[in-house]
């Protein structure tokens, strides 16, 4: 059957659907969370507001909240990338260079973090979280991975030898990952914030924790 005018008239006034860019999400999740970013590292954690962080943002309530729910949410979204990365950097280095050099990245990771001047943040950050259920959960969880991955790491170290074979290997974890965050706090407690000198620092520990025992 012939296609007349008529039907050649409807179907090119038919609308042509807007294809959704599939980037956007994450840009504007990246816009929010720098924003976020910006402003609890001017007022603090719990002194920000999602009112500032939209103004920061130059975005809507309602976009805002399109993405996170609260600031517990965004601060979650934040250590989850930044742990992410750091995470993956320690499992290359543990593989190519071994346990000290990929532990010593991880804890310049932490460090480096201070000497931009997130020391009062990320202090902040944790006090919230003893308070704050909600804003403790996704952040041990974030944790309670990375934990896992320094267990497997340093039982690979053991099985070539490399540290002490009596170590418990998930006390060990817990214990390098508490000589980071005291070394990075207390430093920036005394105004040291010298990456150099905190990973000097780290090191001479880690050296000595997980030297082989006579």
């Known amino acids: 059957m012939q296609r007349g005018p008529a039907s050649g008239l409807f179907f090119e006034a038919l609308p042509v659907a807007r294809l959704a860019d599939p980037l956007l999400a994450e840009r504007r999740r990246r816009q929010i969370m720098d924003a976020a970013i910006a ?9 920000a507001t999602m009112q500032e962080i939209c103004a920061e943002a130059d975005i809507s309530a309602g976009a805002l909240y399109r993405y996170f729910a609260s600031k517990a949410d965004i601060i979650a979204a934040i250590a989850e990338e930044h742990r992410g990365e750091s995470d993956d950097a320690f499992l290359r280095a543990a593989e190519k260079e071994g346990i000290i050099p990929a532990l010593c990245l991880a ?18 950050i944790f006090a919230e979280a003893i308070r704050d259920d909600a804003i403790a959960a996704p952040l041990r969880a974030i944790d309670a991975r990375s934990v896992t991955l320094f267990v497997q790491a340093l039982r690979a170290a053991q099985a070539r030898r490399e540290i002490d074979v009596t170590l418990n290997a998930e006390d060990a974890a817990e214990t390098l990952f508490a000589a980071i965050e005291g070394i990075g706090l207390r430093r920036a407690f005394l105004r040291d914030t010298n990456p150099d000198a905190a990973v000097a620092q780290f090191r001479a520990f880690a050296e000595r924790y997980l030297s082989h025992r006579p």
Request: net charge positive; glycine share 12%; aromatic share 18%.
């Open 39 to 47: 402003c609890f590292r001017r007022r603090g954690f719990h002194q």
């Open 107 to 124: 804890a310049r990771n932490f460090f480096d973090k201070f000497a931009i001047g997130d020391g009062a943040l990320i202090a902040d």
